[in-house]
């Protein structure tokens, strides 16, 4: 098996789709993630590429997030749409990215995840509140390639 078939079990990649339809309960973001072994590019590059792949342009308010973990490569990276860019200071994702890493090196992938998510759901909220009427625009499984 791969180390991306190995990284999360069943329950726990569910868990982690909980959490993004909980954070989507908070903001009209949308929350995405992506999981691969190894890139050949720079993770931000390859986090780009796949953002593009998954269509995650395609958000009314240009608002879709994606956490991109390179397993093998132990890569992470936080990659938010241009509506988001717009609004927000350079750093908005320190510490939401901190968070994830600080679980990570103990090995606690799920609890990273699950933080992270609801993290940014949480900082997301304050731009980008969720409507009466929110649309899932992005699915909330998780990829993998
Ligand atoms: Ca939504
Ligand atoms: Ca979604």
């Not at 780009?48 to 994606?66: D, H, I, W």
Request: glycine share 6%; hydrophobic share 40%.
């Amino acid at each position: 098996m791969s180390a991306t078939e190995d990284f999360l079990t069943h329950e726990e990649e569910q868990a982690i789709v909980a959490a993004i339809r909980k954070a989507e309960d908070m903001t009209s973001g949308e929350i995405r993630v992506h999981l691969e072994d190894h890139t050949d590019l720079s993770p931000i590059e390859r986090a780009k590429e796949v953002f593009a792949q998954l269509n995650m342009q395609q958000t009314e308010a240009r608002n879709g997030v994606l956490f991109y973990v390179g397993v093998a490569d132990h890569s992470f990276v936080i990659l938010g749409d241009e509506g988001i860019n717009r609004r927000v200071a350079d750093d908005f994702w320190e510490c939401t990215k901190d968070l994830v890493i600080t679980h990570f090196k103990q090995k606690a992938y799920k609890k990273g995840l699950i933080a992270g998510i609801i993290n940014a759901g949480e900082q997301l909220k304050k731009y980008f509140p969720v409507s009466k009427n929110d649309i899932d625009e992005l699915p909330n499984e998780i990829s993998k390639s």
